[in-house]
């Protein structure tokens, strides 16, 4: 006995022979947008971010955001570790020498803050294994 295909299921395997190469080409075009995007900017190459972090005292402190926090007295030289994110930065790049601040009712051996730029003032903190210290954790906004 003959078999036969309904004209229904040719409908539904043409409509999944054009779906793949479709979204296969969506995908394409998205990935060329977003890398057109980062690049733009930074002389034909993608600009990088770091993470700002500094070393101070042979500890590595990481910026931690939306904390309340009061700069102190200064406490001596810190440094911020060379960015290599980028291409073509040049391997000759070291530290920059920076200054650590106390922060009120902190310890330094687990918060500092460094002067960023000429207006703005960060917190750095240790941050062992990834996680907050608490007595940071309770100064957070939301």
């Given at each position: ?51 700002i972090a500094a070393k101070y005292e042979g500890r590595t402190y ?64 240790v941050q062992p294994g990834g996680s907050l210290p608490p007595e ?7």
């Amino acid at each position: 006995m003959p078999i036969s295909s309904s004209g229904r299921r040719s409908a539904v395997m043409s409509t999944r022979s054009w779906w793949l190469p479709w979204c296969s080409g969506m995908v394409m075009v998205v990935a060329a947008l977003t890398a057109g995007c980062t690049a733009q900017g930074g002389g034909g190459q993608a600009e990088g971010v770091c993470a700002i972090a500094a070393k101070y005292e042979g500890r590595t402190y990481t910026q931690v955001a939306n904390v309340d926090f009061t700069v102190g007295h200064a406490l001596g030289p810190a440094e911020f570790p060379p960015c290599h994110d980028t291409p073509n930065d040049g391997d000759a790049a070291g530290p920059e020498p920076t200054t650590a601040y106390a922060v009120d009712g902190l310890n330094p051996r687990i918060a500092i803050a460094i002067r960023y730029t000429s207006d703005e003032v960060v917190l750095l903190a240790v941050q062992p294994g990834g996680s907050l210290p608490p007595e940071v954790k309770t100064r957070t906004r939301g």
